[in-house]
């Protein structure tokens, strides 16, 4: 799990997990304060997971089993939901530059 650069507290599963949701909000220390910003690499990488996940859905797992619609947007949608709660373990979080 990611720590603090600045105290080596880890951060909780749940505040990067609730950073991901939010469309990677910046994590404040809880011990220090100091504001963390989700690294490019990790971003991308969350991303692409995501994407792919989404389109194997769509275009092998819904024609496969003949789902409609609604159906494959739903199961998309639990895939992705699903798949976050694993992403805390190994997204990187770095103090920005330009503050430090
Ligand atoms: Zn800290």
Same mark, same amino acid.
């Given at each position: 799990m990611q720590k603090c650069e #600045?105290?080596? %507290?880890? $951060? %909780?599963? #749940?505040d990067v997990? $609730?950073?991901?949701w939010q469309s990677y909000k910046p994590i404040t220390c809880s011990h220090c304060n100091t504001k963390h910003t989700i690294n490019f690499t990790s971003k991308f990488i969350v991303s692409f997971v995501i994407l792919l996940l989404a389109l194997v859905v769509i275009f092998y797992l819904a024609p496969a089993n003949g789902w409609s619609k609604p159906a494959t947007f739903g199961v998309a949608l639990v895939v992705v939901f699903c798949i976050t709660f694993t992403l805390p373990t190994f997204v990187r979080y770095e103090v920005p530059t330009t503050k430090r």
């Open positions: #600045k105290c080596g %507290r880890s $951060f %909780r599963w #749940k997990l $609730f950073s991901i």
